[in-house]
């Protein structure tokens, strides 16, 4: 019964994602467009960060790299889009596998920084090849398709993240799944009982990784202009905040907290100097009284819901 529910949900969900275009303007089908590339970027991260308990910040970086790669490779070399696309995708796969390899037998603060600095090497050859890659002024990236109208992006986008999802609960919810939340809880116990800890920590890096490449070539053809801003830290900041706000080591969370809160920072637009303000204020309570973030709040919201409608029907059956 409660599978059936929760498909049925998911279901309401999908529906009202495929009809609500017709409802609402095209500024806000471009927002919620950009709200998926995020909820993508959220959810792979949340493979690594929440589920394997590797804290990388050069998740945002592969994106970069991705979107570079593809435009780069259509730009330059005349290749049609789709290989700039598949490009894009493998060259993060590839570096992914290298960084992964040298800096995952590390733990903690000295992985977060060996892919911060990884980060920043990327994106500071970004800027200094400006011959190359346009540095600062950013670099043309043809538009997917030849209208410039948000709607066929938004559906593009929304599959990207139904294909994200289906792909993070399949790996979830096999063995692999297993060895990542083994690895996450005590990587020695883990490695004790048999399992290559080196080799699953990287597949983590690598699925995410090569996500974010992929989304981020999307995305290149899809805003038309990239530059170094997309690798920028506070980008990787916004994607962990989007995973804490909505529930770490979720599958849903991720995906609530980007779309929330980049629809509650377009509304604060207006407001520009303290959106940053609330936002942090947002922060600080949830972490407050639902370490769970989003998701705590709605099981128990769920919870009191359920506990109410016991009481009442109770209550008709003492009255009878």
């Not at 690895?183 to 883990?190: L, S, T, Y």
């Not at 490695?191 to 990287?202: D, E, F, H």
């Amino acid at each position: 019964m409660q599978t059936f529910k929760k498909y049925a949900v998911l279901s309401l969900l999908l529906l009202i994602s495929l009809l609500l275009p017709h409802f609402i303007t095209d500024y806000w089908i471009y927002v919620l467009t950009v709200a998926f590339y995020y909820a993508i970027m959220a959810a792979g991260w949340n493979l690594l960060g929440g589920y394997t308990g590797q804290f990388s910040l050069c998740h945002s970086t592969f994106a970069l790299i991705g979107a570079y790669a593809s435009a780069l490779t259509i730009v330059k070399l005349g290749l049609p889009l789709w290989v700039g696309i598949l490009s894009g995708t493998l060259l993060t796969l590839v570096l992914s596998l290298g960084l992964g390899i040298v800096c995952l037998r590390v733990r903690g603060i000295y992985l977060a920084l060996i892919t911060w600095a990884f980060a920043e090497v990327i994106r500071t050859f970004i800027r200094v090849a400006y011959e190359f890659t346009g540095g600062d002024r950013g670099l043309n990236s043809p538009y997917l398709f030849r209208s410039v109208k948000p709607l066929p992006y938004y559906y593009l986008f929304l599959g990207l993240t139904v294909l994200a999802i289906i792909l993070i609960a399949v790996v979830m919810r096999s063995r692999i799944g297993f060895y990542l939340r083994a690895i996450r809880n005590d990587e020695v116990a883990a490695r004790a009982m048999g399992v290559n800890t080196v080799r699953w920590k990287i597949f983590a890096f690598m699925l995410p990784s090569g996500l974010a490449g992929v989304t981020g070539a999307f995305y290149g053809h899809y805003i038309g202009l990239i530059s170094p801003v997309l690798g920028e830290f506070n980008e990787m900041a916004m994607i962990i905040i989007f995973v804490v706000i909505g529930g770490m080591r979720t599958q849903a969370g991720p995906i609530l907290g980007a779309i929330s809160i980049r629809y509650l920072m377009e509304f604060l637009r207006e407001w520009a100097e303290i959106r940053i303000v609330i936002l942090s204020a947002i922060v600080i309570l949830i972490m407050r009284f639902f370490n769970g973030g989003l998701m705590e709040f709605l099981r128990r919201a769920g919870g009191w819901v359920r506990k109410k409608d016991a009481v009442s029907a109770y209550a008709s059956m003492g009255e009878k």
